[in-house]
């Protein structure tokens, strides 16, 4: 298993990824979907080395992105020193790995590297499998909200119930 940056050649299965995700809300958690992302929004993550790619015997696993500062969702306190989470999709052929735990293991070192303080994460809707897979990952539950200004967010935090996560780093 390797954790690396994601390059521009790897845009199309991230976005394959992205749509597999999609089918697969559609069977779990049809009330909240992630809308079609902007190929500006994955080439500019790539270029500033904020996508992820989880390899494993060759193949992209699992893609995730990170921000460093995240004003809309998380209003009041997007200053903190933090990574913030998002958009992780799983390869269906490597589902059932945990790569969630990978992920905030991975999190962990790249925060205190970056000299961060926070691990943060969200979803929308009221999704409790989903809660509890988090927490078991290592996240605490800090609850749910609607967001006030959604006008510069993707579609699914539009009018959604979004759940906030975190992790608190000892530095």
């Given at each position: 298993m390797i954790i690396t940056n994601s390059k521009e050649e790897d845009i199309p299965e991230i976005f394959r990824l992205y749509r597999l995700a999609t089918e697969y809300q559609k069977i779990k958690f049809p009330e909240n979907l992630w809308p079609k992302f902007d190929k500006r929004l994955i080439a500019t993550e790539i270029a500033e080395n904020r996508q992820f790619k989880l390899i494993i015997e060759n193949k992209i696993a699992c893609v995730w992105a990170i921000t460093y500062?995240?004003?809309?969702?998380?209003?009041?306190?997007?200053?903190?020193?933090?990574?913030?989470?998002h958009r992780i999709?799983?390869?269906p052929d490597f589902r059932g790995n945990n790569f969630v735990q990978k992920i905030v293991d991975w999190s962990k070192a790249f925060a205190i590297q970056h000299k961060k303080h926070f691990i943060r994460m969200d979803t929308c809707g009221d999704n409790e499998r989903l809660i509890n897979h988090y927490t078991s990952c290592g996240f605490k539950f800090?609850?749910?909200?609607?967001?006030?200004?959604?006008s510069e967010l993707p579609a699914h935090y539009h009018n959604a119930d979004v759940c906030f996560f975190?992790?608190?780093?000892k530095q």
């Open positions: 500062s995240d004003p809309q969702i998380w209003e009041g306190s997007e200053n903190d020193p933090a990574i913030y989470i999709a799983t390869n800090l609850g749910m909200n609607k967001l006030k200004n959604t975190e992790i608190a780093l």
